[in-house]
């Protein structure tokens, strides 16, 4: 019930990364909103410049006729040039008022490019938070709490994946399905918690002996199911060798059937086939399901034996 209500609070992983790309949208569009306000504000300190520059030939305008009316005795022609001079300082002090106004306006542009600036780097934060949370939460819900293993259907999805590089490139695809042996024993001799202990044991001997790169998943219960690429089912049961050894140590042990992928197969036909391989091999003990202190492994080849399909 908490999950349910934590996956309803705080989304599910898929939506966190969307939100992810969302704001790492939104932070591009506010970089390029800032650069195109530093583009004005450049522009208007441009301005800015070309207006003073303006404002002082003006002056130097208004003084040259200032100049010119001292020295001329003519009055009427003195007052004519006062009169343009005041005019020429009028406008220089107009063309000085609007660079104020221009520079006001970049050093507004400087600072709404600078807040932009802040809030893309929010963005990116958040961003990179939502991906955090959208990874652990999607680790979360891929992966069994008890084992760390994946769980059935995150794992059967990379076998999908698994089984189409495979097809891809010609090689082949191995699929061992592992019964835990003698659980239902432990859980109700030694209790349940011991029982869970068992399962990580053998989850864990699994994860050791498998590659990096091959599919280790719970199926549910006390099975589960390896995928291995490029290995061949007689190899993989040499493995499997290898995983009843080491169980020996910890006191437990595995059944275990083993499928090669055939043509026309796809991810359930080959964990069914690999599942009736298991069966069979029970079936020719006897029916009977080695315990814990057997500490082996029991394989069954799907491949050489035509009606475990």
Not at 119 to 142: I, K
Not at 144 to 156: F, I, K, M, P, W
Not at 163 to 172: E, F, N
Not at 237 to 254: H, K, N, P, W, Y
Request: glycine content about 8%; proline content about 1%.
């Amino acid at each position: 019930m908490a999950d349910t209500v934590g996956i309803e609070v705080m989304g599910t992983w898929a939506e966190r990364d969307a939100d992810a790309g969302l704001r790492t949208t939104l932070a591009l569009e506010r970089d390029n909103g800032a650069r195109e306000r530093d583009d004005l504000a450049r522009q208007r300190d441009l301005t800015a410049r070309q207006r003073d520059r303006a404002a002082a030939e003006r002056d130097r305008l208004g003084l040259d006729r200032d100049l010119q009316a001292m020295r001329r005795d003519d009055a009427p022609t003195s007052v004519a040039d006062r009169l343009a001079a005041a005019r020429d300082r009028n406008s220089a002090s107009l063309d000085r008022i609007r660079a104020a106004d221009d520079r006001r306006e970049a050093a507004m542009d400087r600072q709404m490019s600078a807040l932009d600036r802040w809030q893309g780097s929010v963005d990116r934060l958040r961003e990179a938070q939502d991906r955090r949370q959208a990874r652990a939460e999607h680790a979360r819900l891929s992966h069994d709490e008890l084992t760390g293993l994946l769980r059935r259907g995150a794992g059967v999805a990379r076998l999908d994946l698994e089984l189409t590089r495979v097809r891809r490139s010609g090689s082949t695809l191995s699929v061992a399905f592992v019964d835990v042996d003698d659980l239902k024993s432990v859980n109700d001799t030694d209790g349940h918690e011991a029982g869970d202990q068992l399962l990580r044991d053998v989850a864990k001997v699994l994860r050791d002996c498998m590659r990096s790169y091959d599919v280790v998943l719970r199926l549910g219960g006390d099975e589960f199911v390896c995928g291995m690429v490029d290995v061949p089912a007689a190899v993989a049961g040499e493995r499997f060798e290898t995983v009843a050894r080491m169980l020996r140590d910890i006191d437990a042990s595995v059944s275990v059937g083993i499928a090669e992928l055939r043509d026309g197969d796809t991810v359930p036909v080959l964990i069914r086939r690999a599942d009736a391989a298991l069966v069979e091999s029970r079936m020719r003990m006897g029916g009977h399901v080695r315990g814990r202190q057997a500490s082996r492994v029991h394989i069954a080849d799907a491949v050489e034996d035509s009606g475990a399909g």
